[in-house]
């Protein structure tokens, strides 16, 4: 079926549960026809995905910012047509673009399995009967048998003490600078784990059915703004050391993120957190002395916080502990936390000072210190 026969289909469905009480999700055709070429390709698409990337292809997963047209132009500048990874019939001799990838299951054993499978044969237990999958012939890798239910209630009520080994907590504190400041906080949690991982560190995990390894951030710290000094802590278990290896670790991280220190604390102690934060703020233009004292005079200064469609209220001066301006460029605020809902400082500026979009969007924010409750 077509990209475009796919298209009528769709809204013909839409069409008619638009009057009803039914509602359908699917995804964007456009979307899966791109999905289909880049989980289908090889690295011909590398040069067909910079110059989508170069035309303005940006956070393409959403709707509104999605263009098919611009990934059309960079495949057909390429020379290649989308049905030679979409719709081409593969021959199980040729090399595949992933066969490079190891999972322990052989290319035999699959075609095997695909041919049983257009006939709707089975294949029979492996603890039954071994179909040589390759699985099995690392040593130490066998099938686990199911012991009934009470297994899986006996290991989400154990805690992670039981094996033996001594629980460690560090306290890491990081920097988050350049382009690292464009990750978002889930992103940052998954590329420090991920590090962590690297330098063979065991973590501890939460109990339950759902684990997760035992990481927290004293602060999410919006996107886009820089800071020298974040503060996380981990779990680990099964070390002697009492040092973390710190400098091999920022080998395994990107560039704007560094471990600058690393503490042994108590596990009693309660989880880091923030009770004022420390900004460093340069524009280009010039930061009004005027308007700061006078704010600085308030007893309370009530600005509008807005979040796509809604609106609240927010008291920002007390929010704000103290203003330092180190020249008519630089300005160091000092913001309090814990007190309700919280404005960014750019945010808190642009209200304060009337600055213009152009001169926000050129000032640049850095938190040089979080102050820990």
Request: hydrophobic share 35%.
């Amino acid at each position: 079926m077509s990209l475009e026969e796919s298209k009528r289909r769709i809204n013909s469905i839409r069409e008619r549960l638009d009057s009803g009480r039914v509602r359908v999700k699917w995804n964007s055709p456009e979307a899966s026809w791109l999905e289909g070429i880049f989980s289908r390709g090889d690295r011909r698409l590398t040069g067909v995905l910079l110059d989508a990337w170069q035309q303005g292809a940006r956070f393409d997963s959403w709707t509104e910012c999605f263009n098919i047209d611009i990934w059309r132009k960079a495949l057909d500048g390429h020379g290649l047509d989308p049905n030679l990874f979409l719709r081409r019939q593969r021959d199980q001799d040729e090399m595949l673009p992933w066969e490079h990838i190891r999972s322990g299951v052989t290319k035999d054993f699959l075609a095997g399995e695909f041919e049983k499978a257009g006939k709707a044969e089975t294949t029979p237990d492996c603890r039954e009967f071994c179909p040589g999958c390759g699985v099995c012939n690392d040593p130490g890798i066998s099938p686990k048998l199911f012991d009934g239910p009470d297994q899986f209630t006996r290991r989400a009520n154990r805690p992670p003490e039981e094996d033996g080994s001594r629980i460690k907590r560090y306290r890491l504190c990081f920097t988050k600078l350049d382009r690292a400041q464009y990750l978002s906080h889930l992103e940052l949690s998954r590329m420090f784990i991920r590090a962590l991982g690297r330098v063979e560190l065991n973590l501890v995990y939460s109990g339950g059915y759902h684990p997760m390894p035992k990481v927290s951030f004293a602060t999410a710290l919006p996107v886009g703004l820089e800071s020298m000094g974040e503060i996380m802590d981990i779990y680990v278990k099964g070390t002697e050391d009492s040092s973390l290896p710190i400098e091999r670790l920022n080998k395994e991280l990107p560039s704007g993120i560094r471990v600058l220190s690393a503490e042994e604390v108590s596990s009693n102690r309660p989880p880091p957190r923030i009770k004022e934060s420390h900004f460093l703020l340069t524009i280009h233009g010039s930061f009004k002395r005027d308007d700061l004292d006078r704010f600085l005079k308030l007893s309370s200064y009530m600005a509008i916080k807005r979040h796509g469609n809604r609106e609240r209220t927010v008291d920002i001066r007390s929010q704000v502990k103290l203003f330092h301006l180190l020249s008519p460029q630089e300005l160091e605020l000092v913001t309090r936390h814990g007190i309700g809902p919280e404005m960014r400082p750019a945010e808190i500026i642009q209200e304060i000072c009337a600055l213009s979009e152009d001169e926000l969007a050129g000032m640049r924010i850095v938190k040089t210190k979080g102050v820990l409750v």
